[in-house]
């Protein structure tokens, strides 16, 4: 592992020159924030050595390098899911090279299924904390020192002080931000009701098939996490029936431009 991230983070920085500052994750129909930054370079995963590629409608599948502000950023169109047939430590490996590539900061963010009844379709929710669920783990295994620790503190997945930037500029843009726990599990099917129920029932306000494998191996290797949900679909009796990706695509287009605007603003504050 230790070999493939150096060596694909090495291709990288020779054909782009670049060393940025921040990491965005981009989940399902997010994909255009990459319109807010001034591009360098875009590069497609089935040109990157060592990388995967994503087979899912709604992320495009690259990597893109450009400037918000004067803040050098490189954004990940399109992510890798447990539920695509990838092992953990291929859905976590773009993290690493972002690592590796100079980032500090990671800025992760996904769709989900809300079962906070103070949650609409359509809101964004601050990630304060998470549940792992997943049934493989992504530093299971033989641990490698040069990447971090064996076992690693989650005390504060999610860093309380960009929480605390993020909901002031919230604020100060006028984004309804909401916060919440984020549940994760493999999928690809929707949950249930019963299953929705459970989410609750373990304290969690949201729930979805990303995010947690790359927090996990984000404070692995110490970089400071944020976390956005945008709750795509509710997991009531009410709504059930309607969730379908087609939906979930379409709730996140229109939830977009308050995610894009809150991340550009809290990259540039910087």
Not at 114 to 135: Q, S, T
Not at 207 to 225: D, F, K, N, Y
Request: one cysteine or more; proline letters at 4%; hydrophobic letters at 40%.
């Amino acid at each position: 592992m230790w070999e493939k991230v150096q060596e694909t983070a090495k291709f990288l920085k020779e054909v782009t020159n670049y060393s940025p500052e921040f990491g965005v994750i981009l989940g399902s129909g997010l994909g255009s924030f990459t319109d807010d930054m001034v591009i360098e370079h875009t590069i497609l995963y089935a040109d990157i050595p060592n990388f995967p590629v994503s087979t899912v409608k709604g992320h495009q599948g690259a990597l893109v390098f450009g400037k918000i502000g004067n803040k050098q950023v490189v954004a990940m169109q399109g992510r890798f899911h447990y539920y695509e047939g990838y092992d953990m430590k291929t859905v976590t490996f773009p993290v690493r090279v972002m690592k590796y590539l100079g980032i500090n900061t990671m800025i992760v963010s996904n769709a989900s299924g809300g079962v906070n009844p103070n949650y609409k379709v359509g809101d964004v929710v601050l990630i304060k904390d998470h549940i792992n669920m997943f049934p493989d783990h992504p530093l299971r295994g033989t641990n490698d020192e040069r990447f971090g620790p064996r076992f690693v503190n989650m005390s504060e997945p999610y860093s309380r002080i960009l929480q605390k930037k993020a909901k002031e500029i919230a604020l100060q843009h006028g984004i309804d931000l909401k916060e919440g726990i984020y549940l994760g599990l493999q999928g690809p099917t929707f949950e249930t009701l019963a299953e929705y129920k459970m989410v609750k029932i373990v304290g969690a306000d949201c729930v979805g098939m990303s995010t947690v494998p790359e927090v996990i191996v984000a404070r692995h290797m110490e970089l400071e996490c944020l976390g956005i949900s945008v709750i795509t679909d509710m997991g009531d009796e009410h709504n059930i029936d309607e969730v379908s990706h087609e939906e979930v695509l379409e709730a996140a287009k229109k939830a977009e431009p308050n995610v894009r605007k809150l991340i550009k603003e809290f990259i540039v504050s910087f």
